[in-house]
């Protein structure tokens, strides 16, 4: 195999991201904006793989010399297997039928890594009516004089300039961003209120692109302690962003994690001895209202899972909240997920659910955040905070967190600054806002009010301001709907029971 020639110096941030971005920008034209991430990333990591087998295979050779053998190399050297003909410069000296090349060197990358299963997606490289090969020809070209390897750039550097494209890519496809990106700002924020410790056991049941994950690994190392320790967990889906998020951890350094591709509500991955797995921290920004998500299923739920009721066949977000909640360890198990506010409010099974959860002293906090943060949606969204055993001053109490004011205007999304989330955090940490600015307001509330409000825990009953009176508009719409829907059902109801007493409607 032959090493590509690159200069000696180390890149820089800046650097790798327009390199990176001048990447996506080979693509434009043939390839939607939204499948832009389908055909970097491969490419990228395969780059990657290569650079690091040139790094490992130097390393051998001044190490043993003549006496290397393939055996020692890769038993001490290689974390991946790259078969002959299938490394980076064989691609790229390709002249012609540069796709099916390609195509060849992944799979078989593929096969003699097990651990790599999916990690490079599902895109047709050879189909040149997809991307045809001048513009397969000018990505590859791109990130040729780049050097991948940790000479000349940091695992960090790497996995923030990675992330760069993910937010890059985010606000290139739109609404599509949700189904994998997350804001850092939002992770950053829930990852700091669960606090992962060394040696916990962590699942994200959505783990998108991975951003979760990596975050917890952050905290940990941020806080003194062995990341290493961390046992790392993730489901997903979709093909494309499962492979996504694979790659993400690679980049970032870690090799230590299970993530598994499937259908968690009819498939969850995680089990042992017919029940789910229990976990410390259990973090998710799943996909909102998600319709036909499985809950026939669910009415005899070999899982566990239905811990008060079946949620609605048209709306998912009780079944996520309920897949994480009983996915807890005993005693030390926290959740924490990302919700739209209808959530807090809507009646029906819903309504039901919600009753019986906080009847459970299981959720401890309710976290509003401030509009526009998202690209898959401009609604207001929360965070809910759930502990199996909460602290002592907050048994039989839910803390609400009107946090809505504390973010940046941007151009397409707003956003949160670390001064927003340090504040946000303390906040909810301490039960007070402590800068006492007026940009957070808080209520520890007994849950005998809540009860009197019918469970209802839509952030504007318990704290009135003008944002959240934005909120009450759209409870009392949901209630208004629920209402209509309730009379319309006595109506079939009554329609039913005329014509069956002869009375023609």
Not at 217 to 239: M, T
Not at 282 to 291: C, D, E, H, K
Not at 457 to 477: K, S
């Amino acid at each position: 195999m032959t090493t590509a020639t690159s200069s000696s110096a180390r890149l820089t941030q800046a650097e790798l991201e327009r390199t990176l971005w001048a990447a996506a920008n080979a693509l434009r034209g043939p390839v939607d904006a939204g499948d832009f991430k389908a055909y970097v990333f491969p490419v990228m990591f395969f780059k990657w793989v290569s650079d690091n087998w040139d790094y490992r295979h130097a390393e051998a050779l001044a190490d043993w010399g003549a006496e290397l053998t393939p055996e020692i190399e890769y038993a001490d050297y290689q974390p991946f297997v790259v078969p002959k003909g299938c490394h980076w410069a064989d691609v790229h000296g390709t002249a012609v039928n540069v796709g099916s090349k390609l195509a060849n060197a992944l799979d078989r990358i593929q096969e003699a890594n097990r651990d790599l299963a999916g990690v490079f997606g599902d895109v047709q490289w050879a189909n040149t009516d997809r991307i045809p090969e001048s513009a397969l020809t000018a990505l590859l070209d791109v990130f040729h004089p780049l050097r991948l390897d940790p000479d000349h750039v940091s695992g960090d550097l790497l996995g923030n300039a990675y992330e760069y494209l993910l937010r890059e890519f985010a606000e290139a496809s739109g609404k599509k961003a949700g189904e994998f990106f997350t804001p850092r700002h939002v992770v950053h924020l829930l990852v700091k209120i669960l606090e992962p410790l060394p040696g916990d056991e962590v699942v994200d049941p959505a783990c998108g692109s991975g951003g979760m994950l990596v975050e917890t690994v952050n905290a940990v190392r941020a806080a003194g302690g062995n990341p290493d320790s961390l046992r790392l967990h993730g489901q997903e889906i979709n093909l494309t962003t499962s492979a996504i998020a694979k790659m993400n951890l690679y980049l970032h350094g870690l090799e230590d994690f299970e993530l598994r591709r499937g259908d968690t509500f009819r498939d969850p991955k995680f089990t042992e001895r017919g029940r789910l797995q229990k976990f410390d921290v259990v973090i998710a920004n799943p996909p909102f209202s998600l319709q036909n998500w499985g809950a026939a299923a669910w009415a005899n739920d070999p899982w566990g899972r239905v811990l008060c009721a079946v949620p609605p066949a048209k709306n998912g977000d009780y079944a996520w909240i309920q897949h994480m909640v009983a996915s807890m360890k005993e005693t030390t198990g926290r959740v924490g997920v990302v919700m739209p506010h209808g959530v807090l409010f809507r009646g029906g099974k819903e309504g039901e659910i919600r009753q019986c959860l906080l009847e459970k002293d299981l959720l401890e906090a309710v976290i509003g955040l401030p509009n526009n943060l998202f690209y898959s949606t401009s609604i207001p969204v929360c965070l809910l905070i759930w502990r199996k055993t909460k602290p002592v001053g907050r048994q039989g109490r839910v803390l609400f967190v009107d946090a809505s004011k504390r973010f940046t205007p941007g151009k397409n999304q707003n956003a949160m600054s670390e001064a927003d989330v340090e504040a946000i955090h303390a906040a909810y940490a301490r039960g007070e806002d402590i800068d006492g600015d007026g940009g957070l307001n808080l209520r520890l509330v007994d849950m005998d009010e809540i009860a009197s409000n019918g469970y209802d825990l839509n952030i504007g009953r318990y704290i009135q301001t003008a944002a959240t009176a934005e909120v009450d508009v759209e409870a009392a719409l949901a209630a208004y709907q629920d209402a209509r829907e309730a009379l319309r059902a006595a109506e079939r109801i009554l329609d039913t029971k005329l014509k069956a007493a002869g009375f023609d409607a």
